[in-house]
């Protein structure tokens, strides 16, 4: 269960009134490797496989969905199990030991060891991102995409949402979460479960863009991403040392690019 209906009182125009009110609950899920508890995720306990798989590749423990053996969803314990091959399970023995923060919240992005781990991830790979273009109206149309399909958060206000699309605007998935960065992650992990090429493709999300957020991004090779928030500067540094095009603010006909400008045809 991840939603449930609370009666409430409602204050409108001086009126006091009882109504009826769906509110989001948010619980704990737990990624098992090789039957060892590796990371506790706040996040709405729905889709947690593609959360598992995203989480698990834009960390960095895997590059791709072939390194993944086994994956097994228990709901009514919100855990994910996963069996990784040989190879992997060697490479997170001394993960397995350390002293990395076990709990991920959806308050803030990754903390830095585990950002420091994607970095390492990042850094192995040296190919600059493609050099796509894409039309201006295009960005607009996949925004209002994305707005007009999250149905958690017309119905609660209490989520965030993001959405994948191919350089012809046609979606190709849309998640909600409490947390922007698990919605970014469930999207990444239903992408590489269909075994879906990201790098062609727009990433869009209701949330700010972070340096996490861009650093998803980045390990997948996404080489836009575009949001109706705000950026911060972790976000736009990383975006512009990356070469990833980050556009905030699509609203309207409006949109500010703060890196990266040219894969965008005005």
Same mark, same amino acid.
Not at 26 to 54: H, Q, R
Not at 117 to 135: A, E, G, Q
Not at 177 to 189: F, L, M, P, S, T
């Given at each position: 269960?991840f939603?449930r209906t609370?009666k ?5 125009n ?11 609950i ?8 090789? *039957? ?10 729905k ?5 598992a798989?995203?989480?698990?590749f834009?960390?960095?423990f ?9 994956l097994?969803?228990?709901e ?8 990784l091959?040989e ?15 076990r709990?991920?919240? *959806? ?9 420091d781990?994607t970095?390492?991830s990042?850094?192995? *790979?040296?190919?600059p991102?493609?050099?796509v ?5 295009l960005?607009?149309k996949?925004?209002?995409k ?5 149905i958690?958060f017309k119905?609660t206000?209490?989520?965030?949402g993001?959405?994948l699309f ?5 979606l190709?998935n849309l ?9 970014i992650?469930?999207?990444i ?9 990201? *790098?062609?493709t727009?990433?869009?999300?209701t ?6 957020s861009v ?7 996404i ?12 976000g736009?540094?990383?975006a512009?040392?990356?070469?990833v095009?980050?556009i ?5 006909n409006?949109?500010n690019?703060?890196s990266n ?5 005005v």
């Amino acid at each position: 269960m991840f939603k449930r209906t609370y009666k409430i009182k409602k204050l409108h125009n001086g009126e006091l009134r009882d109504l009826e009110d769906v509110i989001l609950i948010e619980k704990p899920v737990t990624i098992k490797i090789n *039957t060892n508890p590796m990371v506790s995720i706040i996040c709405l306990p729905k889709d947690i496989k593609e959360l598992a798989v995203g989480f698990l590749f834009t960390a960095g423990f895997i590059d791709s969905i072939e390194e993944i053996e086994d994956l097994e969803v228990d709901e009514l314990e919100n855990e994910v199990h996963i069996t990784l091959n040989e190879k992997k399970e060697l490479s997170i023995k001394d993960f397995e030991t350390s002293s990395y923060n076990r709990v991920i919240k *959806t308050s803030c992005g990754i903390p830095s060891v585990w950002r420091d781990l994607t970095l390492n991830s990042i850094d192995k *790979t040296t190919k600059p991102l493609k050099d796509v273009k894409v039309p201006q109206e295009l960005i607009f149309k996949c925004i209002v995409k994305m707005q007009s399909e999250t149905i958690l958060f017309k119905e609660t206000g209490g989520c965030h949402g993001s959405a994948l699309f191919d350089l012809s605007g046609e979606l190709i998935n849309l998640f909600e979460d409490i947390g922007r960065h698990n919605a970014i992650d469930k999207v990444i992990g239903s992408a590489l479960i269909e075994n879906f090429d990201l *790098t062609e493709t727009i990433l869009c999300s209701t949330g700010r863009l972070t340096g996490d957020s861009v650093l998803k991004a980045v390990r997948s090779r996404i080489p836009i991403l575009a949001s109706i928030s705000a950026p911060i500067e972790s976000g736009v540094r990383i975006a512009f040392s990356y070469g990833v095009t980050l556009i905030g603010f699509v609203r309207g006909n409006k949109m500010n690019i703060y890196s990266n400008p040219e894969r965008i045809v005005v």
